[in-house]
């Protein structure tokens, strides 16, 4: 689903370089059911963009996928309340409040 690979990638890149912990901040799901998709989605791009494309890498990019739908089915969304937001500042919010589109 490519509207939706974007905002893993983003999402990827914040919590490899804000650490372990970016998950679990204030402005992240304090639902663990919800944390625990996001990393699933997080595993699953970092094999979805491996630099060896194979069917597995196929089959892992359509499970992120579905985990990513999952996210957003539970209610929470990549975004930001800020419309301009650039990448850099988007988080896990509640998706009634995203406004970046």
Excluded: F
């Amino acid at each position: 689903m490519n509207t939706l690979r974007p905002l893993l990638l983003a999402a990827t890149l914040l919590t490899s370089t804000a650490g372990a912990g970016a998950i679990g901040t204030s402005r992240q799901p304090h639902d663990p059911a919800i944390r625990s998709l996001i990393g699933q989605a997080i595993a699953q791009e970092k094999v979805c963009q491996s630099a060896h494309p194979s069917k597995n890498t196929q089959s892992m990019c359509d499970k992120r996928d579905a985990t990513l739908r999952r996210i957003r089915a539970k209610g929470w969304c990549w975004g930001s309340t800020n419309p301009n937001e650039a990448n850099a500042g988007l988080y896990w919010l509640p998706c009634s409040r995203n406004k970046v589109h």
